[in-house]
């Protein structure tokens, strides 16, 4: 249901990013004179902040759709990150020069995002430490499968590209182990996991891709004998976690605890709200949806049992009516499929109901989740292109249930049904993650487009749920709205879980059971949303916080401007502004700019 961080957000890179700071120019000093001349001289100032970023980090430069330095691998030691904690003062004491309030509204909100990102950078190598406890950040089947599959460069540049970036890989996996302190054994069983999965990308297509290139004979020995190291120590890479670290038994705990959890929330998120209002307003929302889907269930009743009594008990109605309606979906082999013909009846539906300027252009790729992205807990997911590499494709993975034992995969099934299902299209892709992601690589800055914020990439596919069955998608029948009621309370249940997980130290039991009772999930998912919390810390709380604040401005402006409030018009002025965290959106839609 989530977006690729794979969708991708920086704060997945932040770790690798610092570096980059010490490579801008520190002649930052505004020059004295009108409003223009200051905006002007922090135009010039994000530029460098982008471009030496993009030196030292090769990977996040990559999925941002900026290919100069695909070749260059970082290799994650202790002094890179001493380099990294310098740049990340000196970065510090340059931004100091600009005073925020002098800056248009636009620049003002760019500021904050170069600020934040200097702040979650620090707090993510200093505090956090994920790159000591979580063994599955070291990887390099994503960033060589992101080349191979590219559009961008011929062939042969591509995999000369591959070539020189893996003739590191020996240095890059003993730097990964030698980092590892103490992982978290969830995070630990992850990295064995995709490793594995990993390996695939350096396998047949990536030897074909050689076979048919134009290189020479050296350069295709140079890259076969790369890539059997790069298998290698793959393999030992796995080997260790496997054998040393797993056996050791030295881990700690998935959990942050409230100090950690209510920092993150505020850098990832930067929403409004804080950690304890969203949990508490998700708490609220809870009981709202469960009374909403009372009433439908009680409607339906006749519908779906003729002449049966109906259940005196709310929750059991609820229950029925919708195991009943998750009968009907897709089969195991044709999951993949049923999700690719839906496509075209979304992109008619949007424009005839004039909703939002869709752009034909960019194209939509539906395909099978490769296995180095699987075993994250993410079902469905979009890998979109960067502001860099706008008319790449984008892609909808899916992860196929082949293979899947009988019982798991019907439960899964049932929990995508035919209502849900599209609810999910709707979510993931149009007018979702992909539209949303379309407009983000148009935004005429850089910085929103670079830095996105979860929360709103999230809200917004969640929000975009709601307007389509708003609008009439799906017959404004009490089934859709029902089985609506139920997606939306996976969203707000995902808070609630995230902060009981993080903050209060529930246990897979009771949040399992939770899940079933008050969510009506199936087991799978109930099991799977587990797995994701004890991997995922606060992006879980991303998409209630993220979709209320953006169905609150709308409400907020529809009241203050009355008929004159026109929904096409409000959906595309939000989407301009990039992916930057929606108080920042608010701020812009609702103050005149400078």
């Known amino acids: 249901m989530h977006k690729n961080y794979f969708f991708r957000p920086v704060l997945a890179a932040a ?57 260059l691998l970082v290799v994650p030691n202790a002094g890179r990150r001493q380099t990294e904690a310098a740049a990340l003062k000196r970065r510090a004491k340059e931004m100091a020069i600009f005073k925020v309030e002098d800056l248009s509204v636009n620049n003002q909100t760019d500021y904050r995002l170069l600020q934040n990102y200097l702040e979650s950078a620090r ?20 960033s060589v499968a992101e080349i191979l599959n590219g559009r961008y460069q011929p062939l042969d540049r591509r995999l000369r590209s591959i070539s020189l970036k893996i003739s590191r890989a020996a240095d890059y996996y003993e730097a990964a182990k030698t980092n590892i302190k103490q992982p978290t054994r969830e995070h630990t069983n992850l990295a064995i996991q995709q490793t594995q999965g990993g390996l695939d990308v350096f396998g047949k297509a990536l030897q074909d891709s050689i076979a048919r290139s134009g290189l020479s004979a050296a350069e295709k020995k140079d890259i076969t004998d790369r890539i059997a190291t790069t298998r290698l120590v793959m393999d030992e890479y796995v080997r260790f976690l496997q054998q040393e670290v797993l056996p050791a038994g030295k881990f700690r705990s998935f959990r942050l605890s409230k100090p950690l959890f209510d920092r993150k929330f505020a850098l990832d998120i930067q929403s409004s709200y804080s950690a304890d209002e969203v949990y508490k307003k998700a708490q609220q929302h809870r009981q709202e949806l469960l009374h909403d889907m009372g009433k439908r ?82 079902g469905a997911s979009i890998s979109a292109p960067g502001p860099y590499d706008k008319t790449a494709d984008t892609y909808y993975n899916v992860e196929p249930l082949t293979g899947w034992p009988m019982a798991q995969a019907e439960s899964y099934l049932r929990e995508y049904n035919q209502y849900t299902l599209q609810i999910l299209n709707i979510h993931e892709a149009i007018p979702g993650h992909y539209t949303q992601l379309v407009y983000a690589n148009r935004s005429p800055s850089l910085v929103k487009a670079i830095f996105g914020n979860g929360a709103m990439i999230e809200g917004w596919a969640v929000y975009a749920e709601r307007m389509m069955l708003e609008s009439g998608y799906g017959g404004n029948t009490d089934e859709i709205w029902l089985m609506w009621d139920k997606w939306n309370m996976r969203v707000t249940l995902n808070t609630i879980l995230d902060h009981e997980v993080h903050v209060n130290n529930i246990s897979e039991q009771a949040a399992v059971a939770m899940l079933l009772r008050d969510g009506f999930q199936e087991e799978a998912e109930a099991r799977n949303k587990w797995r994701r919390a004890t991997l995922s810390q606060v992006q879980l709380s ?53």
Request: proline residues 6%.
């Open 15 to 71: 770790l690798s990013g610092l570096a980059a700071l010490g490579a801008c120019s520190s002649d930052t000093k505004p020059t004295s004179g009108t409003s223009e001349t200051v905006d002007a001289d922090f135009d010039r100032y994000k530029q460098r902040f982008i471009d030496s970023l993009w030196y030292y980090n090769p990977e996040w430069a990559s999925g941002q759709g900026y290919h100069r330095y695909d070749s």
């Open 123 to 142: 707090f993510y190598a200093d505090t956090l430490r994920d790159w000591q406890w979580n063994p599955a950040n070291y990887n390099l089947g994503g």
């Open 297 to 378: 269930a009680a409607r339906l009743w006749p519908k779906y049992f003729p002449g049966q009594p109906q259940p005196t008990d709310s929750v059991q109605l609820i229950k029925q009516v919708i195991t009943k309606l998750s009968e009907k979906h897709a089969t195991p082999a044709g999951f993949v499929q049923a999700v690719k013909d839906q496509m075209p009846t979304l992109v008619r539906w949007v424009d005839e109901h004039k909703l939002l300027t869709q752009d034909p252009t960019k194209p939509l790729v539906v395909r099978e989740t490769p296995l180095y992205m699987r075993g994250s807990g993410a």
């Open 542 to 594: 991303s998409y209630f916080t993220g979709s209320t604040e953006i169905y609150d401005l709308r409400e907020e402006l529809k009241k203050r401007d009355a008929s004159a409030f026109d929904l096409k018009t409000f959906h595309e002025k939000f989407l301009s502004y990039g992916s930057a965290p929606v108080k920042y959106i608010r701020q812009m839609m609702t103050e005149k700019s400078e």
